[in-house]
């Protein structure tokens, strides 16, 4: 199977990862329409706590094998490799069983804790039956992703990707053709419904999981899953237990502060709007707006991140082991500069365009305009926060990874509150605070993972602030180019097609204005590499002749 280098496994991720967001965007839209506020609201309480009993289903076991393969594979240690994976799995299938058996149990208590008294929207049975569909895909994903993680600690990238392309569609499908076969054609209550899409994730993750393990068998051959060693390395399963421990405690607590910050947001929105006189629909579509239905429309943005980290952490891992310390410096550098350059227009662009884009997933509403018109700019700050932490990882800093990680949490959750509090007495929306509470949070951990690689390793940041300085030039003048064209084009709220041409006129001719000008500069071949764009059509072009 072919291997992928740095840039190459980060397109081939980042393409597969945009084209699953893609869909998780767009599924919204149906879906929305068929469920409704309500039903909506009830989906993102099953899908928040959800993700995080994932993270800790998973325990960061999946990423730590795929490190810790990379490793004995640049080592030559192929035997140890193999005990690695299938040590891996049976970690696994313990932790997701109790994961699943406490998700299903206790999703009554989860319920109350996620509702507490507010009256008038969904109730705590609701959220207990809708936790407890989406529960069994707990059973699914663990080894699903410690499958995904052998792979990615080959630097075989695309069969982690395509199979995450597959759960998505197979997700979506039953998302959408199921809860509307359920409401229409069945004519079942709403919780019921929302029950059946979340289901949708267990069916998802199977049809992943069916297409690696065909792939590991395949290959089983070329990856040594098949060989019978007659010696084994100098490795003995304690000394791997006690390295998958090592690596995934850091790892999971960054993957769950993804989740503590969603759930925080919405907990603490709920308990201030409610505090501050609103109705209880209108508390529950900011509190699902900010916490889940915002971050639909900004997973393309949060892919450019996940695409960096499945090609970031095994190479890193490959040159800290080597000892190249310059190229960990390097790829920390490259991987910044991608994300701001791509990521921070994308940011603007929607903030602009933010009325127009919230009409096309969930119909107009002056409130969801101005969550998405500042929420979108959280996705910037969290991907640098991925990249971060994701290289102290792979340089075995886990002490940093904790504090970097936990000051985060704790920034955002002592600001949610009083944020929102001063935003409101000062006359402005009361839950833009949470928003910039979590973009302060992402900041905190930043800088110190940042401050930390600079006073230990002496990494060098020069390269990055010079492109962040000319980025600015191009980054304006698409502003002036998407506010100018604002107000000569004409926008009509009530038809959703009218909006997406609104969108895909002025986003053509933004993003066409942004990297035109970017591409004069010299910058695209300055972070993709000298050329890069002629050597893409090269290599296109000979695609085409070959077929």
């Not at 081939?12 to 309500?38: E, R």
């Not at 699902?288 to 952490?313: D, E, H, R």
Request: net charge positive; proline share 2%.
């Amino acid at each position: 199977m072919k291997k992928n280098s740095f840039i190459e496994g980060t397109i081939i991720a980042t393409i597969c990862i945009v084209i699953v967001k893609i869909l998780g965007m767009l599924y919204v839209i149906p879906f929305y329409a068929i469920v409704g506020s309500t039903g909506a609201a009830l989906y993102a309480y099953a899908y928040n706590i959800y993700g995080l009993f994932l993270e800790i289903a998973t325990a960061g076991i999946p990423n730590a094998v795929s490190k810790i393969i990379n490793e004995y594979n640049t080592l030559d240690k192929q035997e140890a490799k193999i005990r690695t994976f299938r040590i891996g799995k049976r970690l696994l299938g313990f932790i997701a069983v109790a994961a699943f058996i406490i998700l299903f149990v206790f999703a009554p208590q989860i319920g109350e804790l996620i509702i507490g008294d507010l009256t008038g929207g969904n109730t705590i049975e609701d959220v207990t039956f809708v936790i407890r569909c989406v529960s069994f895909a707990l059973l699914v994903f663990p080894f699903l992703s410690v499958s995904r993680g052998f792979f990615q600690g080959h630097n075989i990238i695309y069969v982690s990707s395509v199979s995450q392309v597959i759960e998505q569609l197979a997700r979506v499908v039953v998302i959408i053709c199921g809860s509307y076969i359920a409401l229409r054609w069945l004519h079942l209550d709403l919780t019921t419904v929302v029950g059946v899409a979340v289901f949708g994730a267990f069916i998802g993750g199977l049809c992943a999981l069916l297409y690696v393990y065909g792939k590991l068998k395949k290959n089983k051959t070329e990856l040594y899953l098949d060989k019978e060693f007659t010696q084994k390395d100098e490795v003995t399963n304690k000394e791997i237990i006690k390295k998958i421990i090592q690596y995934a405690v850091p790892i999971v607590i960054v993957s769950i502060a993804f989740s503590i910050y969603n759930n925080i947001d919405m907990i603490l929105i709920l308990r201030t709007m409610d505090f501050l006189g609103m109705d209880a629909s209108e508390v529950e579509f900011i509190a699902t707006g900010i916490s889940t239905w915002a971050p639909k429309i900004s997973i393309v943005i949060t892919s450019v991140a996940l695409g960096l980290s499945a090609s970031l952490i095994p190479n890193m891992v490959e040159a800290f082991t080597l000892k190249k310390y310059d190229d960990v410096n390097r790829k920390f550098n490259k991987s910044l500069q991608i994300i701001l350059f791509i990521s921070l227009p994308m940011c603007v662009g929607i903030s602009l365009l933010a009325s127009a884009i919230w009409t096309v997933f969930y119909g107009y509403s002056a409130i969801g305009t101005n969550i998405l018109a500042v929420a979108i700019f959280a996705p910037l700050f969290s991907n640098l926060y991925t990249v971060a932490n994701h290289t102290l990882q792979s340089m075995n800093k886990f002490k940093m990874v904790y504090i970097s990680s936990i000051s985060g949490i704790v920034v955002n959750a002592v600001l949610d509150v009083p944020f929102m509090l001063l935003f409101d007495f000062i006359g402005l929306p009361a839950y833009w605070g949470a928003s910039v509470a979590t973009i302060f949070g992402f900041l905190s951990t930043v800088f110190i993972a940042v401050h930390y690689l600079k006073r230990e390793y002496h990494f060098s940041f020069g390269d990055t602030k010079k492109m962040l300085g000319k980025i600015i030039l191009p980054l304006v003048v698409m502003i002036v180019v998407v506010v100018l064209m604002k107000l000569f084009i004409p926008i009509d709220y009530d038809s959703r097609f009218a909006c997406v041409m609104y969108i895909a006129v002025i986003a053509l001719v933004g993003a066409f204005t942004y990297f035109i000008i970017s591409h004069k500069m010299g910058l695209i071949d300055e972070i993709l590499g000298a050329n890069y764009l002629h050597r893409l059509k090269n290599r296109f072009s000979r695609n085409k002749k070959e077929v």
